[in-house]
């Protein structure tokens, strides 16, 4: 057997919505730090449809004050390996 990290999404966007609202910061906010048209991205992070790119990661990670770590949600799986 080997376990397999996989991201759980839904659960990283409530994480980022928990951490940006601890953060007082608005979805207005972090689309102007990320200089975005609309806020849609940051909606699709917030609803587990979408991940944000590494060099976004990193930089919300900074915005939030946080561990990309404390962001982003690892869950593992067993994967079982066929023998040969």
Do not use: C
Request: glycine share 4%.
């Amino acid at each position: 057997m080997m376990a397999i990290p996989s991201i759980d999404m839904e659960a990283t966007g409530r994480n980022i919505t928990r951490l940006r609202q601890q953060a007082g910061l608005t979805v207005r906010d972090l689309q102007e730090i990320f200089g975005f048209t609309t806020p849609q991205a940051i909606y699709k992070w917030q609803h587990g449809t979408a991940m944000p790119a590494i060099d976004n990661l990193v930089v919300l990670a900074a915005v939030l004050n946080v561990s990309i770590n404390e962001i982003v949600i690892v869950e593992t799986r067993e994967l079982v390996l066929a023998s040969a």
